[in-house]
Nanobody, 113 residues
Framework: VRLVESVGGLVQPGGSLRLSCPAS????????MSWARQAPGKGLEWVSD???????YYADSVKGRFTISRDNAKNTVYLQMYSLKPEDTAIYYC????????RGRGTQVTVSS
C-alpha cells in the first residue's frame, strides 16, 4: 500500500487549499478512503471519509468547510479545504478506511497570518 499526500503549505486564515492523495497497492475503487490530521501536541483526529459510492462523512469541526472527493480512474482522493482557521493547522494524512497504520507520510498545513 502506498499513499503520497500532496504538498500542503502556509495559508492565511479564511483561505483555501486542496490536498490530493494518489494511492496504489490495493483496490482503490472499492475502498473507503479517509483523511485525518494531527495538530502539534495532539493525537490523530479523524476528518472525513468517502465511500466507493461517494457517500461522505465529516467531523463536526470541518463540516461545511471541507469537501472530500475521489477520482477512481486516477486512484486519488482529495480534500478541498475552505475558510481555513488557525486551528486547522496540522499534518494531514490519508489512508484506506481509517486504517491509519497504512497512512502516508502526511503533509503539513499551516494556517496563519
Amino acid at each position: 500500500v502506498r499513499l503520497v499526500e500532496s504538498v500542503g503549505g502556509l495559508v492565511q486564515p479564511g483561505g483555501s487549499l486542496r490536498l490530493s492523495c494518489p494511492a496504489s497497492g490495493f483496490t482503490f475503487s472499492g475502498s473507503v478512503m479517509s483523511w485525518a490530521r494531527q495538530a502539534p501536541g495532539k493525537g490523530l483526529e479523524w476528518v472525513s471519509d468517502i465511500y466507493s459510492a461517494a457517500r461522505t462523512y465529516y467531523a463536526d469541526s470541518v463540516k461545511g468547510r471541507f469537501t472530500i472527493s475521489r477520482d477512481n480512474a486516477k486512484n486519488t482522493v482529495y480534500l478541498q479545504m475552505y475558510s481555513l482557521k488557525p486551528e486547522d493547522t496540522a499534518i494531514y494524512y490519508c489512508a484506506p478506511g481509517r486504517t491509519w497504520v497504512l497512512r502516508g507520510r502526511g503533509t503539513q498545513v499551516t494556517v496563519s497570518s
